[in-house]
């Protein structure tokens, strides 16, 4: 499992794929998901991905980038996730890519006023730098913050986001979460994440378990248990351990539940709101 609270430096990362069989492993910098060498190259041949580059830097080696729009393209890729951290997802392949050498010389090198050089530099020094939104979300939960300094804390309690707050861009947990407030992106969380009855999330869930109040639209898997409770509405996939249905959830996409089983067209609907 990855649980590392901060990301590798570019040397360790560098490392860890010079002895990489069969991983893709991908890292959170600033406000995007990016891999790297044969990580790289896995992705690029089984998903031709756009967003790739050479990075040459004088006084380095060059090396293979690659910027990931959406881990879920990689699971119906056929790629099985591993590990979830903070900064750090891994998924199993069980490949290794052959065509690095041509591919790495193919590409461009990376341009100098490119918005990942900076980001790049700082993974190089240690200090990945941050994109727009992802300084306004650490702004904002610093703020959040101060504001209950003044109340004890409780052990255990999960991460909030409360009613009328507005989240664009990808969440990467390794703690409780609930929300109450719209989310505008995907979710990746070690725990549990549950979406509340005023709750929105436009994007996908994965996470150990997953309860579902509000609306979700994306996929939802869950490594445990997964809830739709009654009221609430997913549109998207949904795969888990295990499934509990209330009556007068609404789910509209397909189920699969424990390991090896197929895909099945599921509808859930509250049958007081069919016409």
Known sequence: ??????????????????????????????GVLMCFERSACIVLSLC????????SEEGYADYLACVVSDVEVLRKAGLKLSGVGANEISLETGIVCGGYDLLLHG?????????????????????????????????????????????QP???????????????????????????????????????VTVGPGGNVDGNIIAATVDIHGCVLGTVTAGGIASLRKGCMLKG???????????????????????????????????????
């Open 1 to 30: 499992m990855a649980d590392e609270s901060s990301v590798p430096g570019l040397e360790a990362i560098l490392a860890r794929e010079a002895g990489n069989t069969g991983m893709v492993y991908l890292y959170r910098l600033g």
């Open 48 to 55: 031709n991905m756009e967003t790739a580059f050479r990075v």
């Open 107 to 151: 590409l461009n090198p990376l341009d100098k006023d490119s918005q990942y050089l900076e980001l790049l530099r700082g993974l190089r020094s240690g200090s990945p730098g941050q994109d727009e939104e992802t300084q306004k979300w650490n702004k904002a939960m610093e703020l959040y913050g101060k504001k209950k300094k003044r109340e």
């Open 154 to 192: 409780v052990a255990g309690d999960p991460s909030l986001l409360s009613s009328g707050a507005v989240l664009s861009g990808d969440l990467h947990l390794s703690e409780d979460l609930h929300i109450d407030g719209r989310v505008e992106g995907s979710i990746y969380s070690e725990k549990a």
């Open 237 to 275: 996939d949904l795969i888990a351990g295990s499934v509990e249905i209330e009556p007068g959830a609404r789910f509209e996409g397909q189920c699969r539940m424990g390991s090896g089983l197929e895909c099945s067209p599921a509808v859930y609907r509250d049958q007081n709101l069919l016409t």
